[in-house]
């Protein structure tokens, strides 16, 4: 049987359309998910919305909608945009789901078989926001004195009849597992955070509300239903089938990472794994809070905030792949980051149209007017072309799949970028364009060598950039069985040189691109 990977994103919250964070997040998701299918792994890759709570059912309202009209048209919005990113996913789950009403009702009945669920009243801050429940010793002071949640999010005193969960009991367990399992929160600074979280002792949590009905019912108290974080943290077994015994699930479970914003790691590293726990079911390998992504003013993009950029109109301004690469090799995967659009053009223009996108046009161009489009044949190779060939082959099989497993993004692409820069070097000190006239066999040596480093460069970054990789390497004539690093490291350019094959006119890559005017300002 094959090895399998099972990643996924957090599902994301439809009360409106989808900004950069969310493309963020889901794109390095998808780039992952690519990387182990090229490793040869059987991946599944399932994103989604999570449709239910209070905060729908407030903006419906103020909308003159349904709940489910607002999700079925925000979730659509999200479809969309996954499939204008070239998501690769293999599951879009939605939480109005039948069968994901089901797995939740399930996990519930399983946590409350062991003893861990009971009916009390509730009277505390709670975030609709967020949300999300929060201690008194939890808030902060607003400017005009109000109380404020963690994030600076408005909360509210709130009293109802409510089941609780015993989240109490499962403190020193929660602890053992961080202590046993150090990569089970990454990274070290969100595991150090949600470390002190636990050791400062853990109350019990209310996880039903009867003060609105938009959402799943508790089974046995259909005046209640589930708080939205029992429901939503469960879409991670309703998309393999949970309750039922399924392939999928002996396959795939436990997820070997969720893939999340640091905002709600509390949700993933307390509450998931003690909701688990408490149900018989097998824990996942790993959380990975990732940081924000903020505009240049060094902002949150959010919803509420007004101040979002639409990742659909960036991708149709800059092109998908641009925008891909600029989002995982701007700042490190973890960190907070800030961008702009005069950010997104430098690099675009710099590394992608200047570095690499002109490396492969020059060679591709040589070989078409010089070989008549026919690859030319290895005529021995120099301790140049050696050198070269090593450099390249230790950042395609060491470096980048070394940093794409760590979630290491932009250490990877700067290792490629580094491979780039060398495959330059070689050009410009090689000159094949005058070796035609004083060493044709020399020049012939020369754009094989840097045809085979080109096609191992672009297989290596298909995770990021897909669809022009895929361009680049069909106009090269490389089968979509040889795509993988694997493939390309060997025994592939001779029987290709030998065959049929003859290049068209190239065409570029990655044009140059230009700041809109009005746009000159930044990301907003």
């Known amino acids: 049987m094959s090895e399998t990977f099972y990643l996924t994103t957090a599902i994301h919250y439809p009360n409106g359309k989808p900004h950069i964070g969310h493309a963020y997040e889901t794109i390095a998701a998808d780039v992952l998910a690519r990387f182990h299918r090229q490793m040869g792994r059987e991946v599944r890759f399932q994103t989604g919305t999570d449709e239910h709570g209070l905060k ?3 903006k419906a309202r103020d909308l003159g909608m349904t709940p489910r009209e607002l999700a079925d048209e925000m979730s659509d919005h999200f479809h969309a945009l996954f499939d204008k990113l070239d998501i690769s996913y293999d599951r879009f789950i939605r939480t109005t789901e039948e069968e994901h ?3 939740s009702q399930a996990i519930w009945k399983a946590m409350e078989a062991n003893g861990d669920l009971y009916l009390d009243r509730y009277e505390g801050w709670y975030s609709i926001r967020d949300e999300a429940y929060y201690d008194e010793s939890e808030l902060v002071d607003g400017e005009g004195g109000e109380k404020l949640s963690p994030q600076g999010t408005p909360v509210e005193w709130t009293v109802e009849e409510s089941w609780f969960f015993k989240l109490s009991a499962y403190g020193d367990k929660l602890l053992a597992l961080y202590r046993d399992n150090p ?10 955070e949600v470390m002190r979280f636990v050791e400062g002792g853990l109350r019990d949590l209310s996880v039903s509300r009867t003060s609105f ?13 589930m708080y939205v974080w029992v429901d939503a943290l469960t879409n991670y077994l309703t998309g393999l089938g949970y309750p039922d015994a399924t392939e ?3 396959k795939f479970w436990p997820a070997d990472l969720h893939l999340i914003g640091k905002d709600i790691v509390r949700f993933h590293a307390v509450y998931w794994p003690a909701f688990l726990m408490s149900a018989g079911i097998e824990l996942p390998k790993q959380v990975f809070g990732h940081g924000f992504l903020l505009n240049r003013d060094g902002k949150k993009e959010s919803k509420s905030a007004g101040n979002v950029t639409d990742p659909a109109e960036l991708a149709d301004r800059y092109g998908v792949d641009v925008l891909r690469y600029f989002l ?3 700042f490190s995967f973890g960190q907070d980051g800030s961008y702009s659009q005069e950010a997104i053009v430098n690099r675009a223009n710099s590394e992608l149209a200047n570095s690499f996108g002109n490396l492969a046009q020059r060679t591709l161009s040589l070989i078409f007017k010089n070989c008549e489009g026919k690859l030319p044949p290895v005529n021995g190779h120099s301790d140049e072309d050696n050198a070269l060939f090593a450099h390249v082959d230790r950042v395609i099989h060491q470096e980048m799949p070394d940093a794409y497993a760590d979630l290491a993004f932009a250490q990877a692409l700067e290792a490629w970028m580094g491979a780039v820069f060398a495959c330059n070097a070689y050009i410009d000190a090689q000159a094949p364009w005058g070796l035609k006239k004083t060493d044709p066999e020399r020049m012939q040596t020369v754009l094989a060598t840097l045809y085979i480093c080109i096609a191992q460069l672009a297989v290596a970054v298909i995770p990021v950039m897909p669809e022009s990789m895929g361009r680049l390497l069909d106009a090269m004539g490389i089968a979509p069985g040889q795509r993988t690093p694997e493939a390309i490291r060997s025994h592939w350019y001779s029987p290709l040189a030998e065959g049929n094959f003859t290049l068209e006119k190239p065409q570029g890559i990655f044009p140059r691109l230009e700041l809109p005017e009005t746009e000159g300002e930044g990301a907003q």
């Open 213 to 225: 009905d938009w959402g799943v019912k508790v089974p046995g108290s259909e005046e209640h239903v």
């Open 183 to 192: 990569d089970f929160i990454r990274p070290e600074s969100r595991r150090n």
């Open 101 to 103: 009403h089901r797995a």
């Open 248 to 250: 999928n699930m002996a």
């Open 328 to 330: 995982l090799r701007e």
């Open 56 to 58: 729908m059912a407030q």
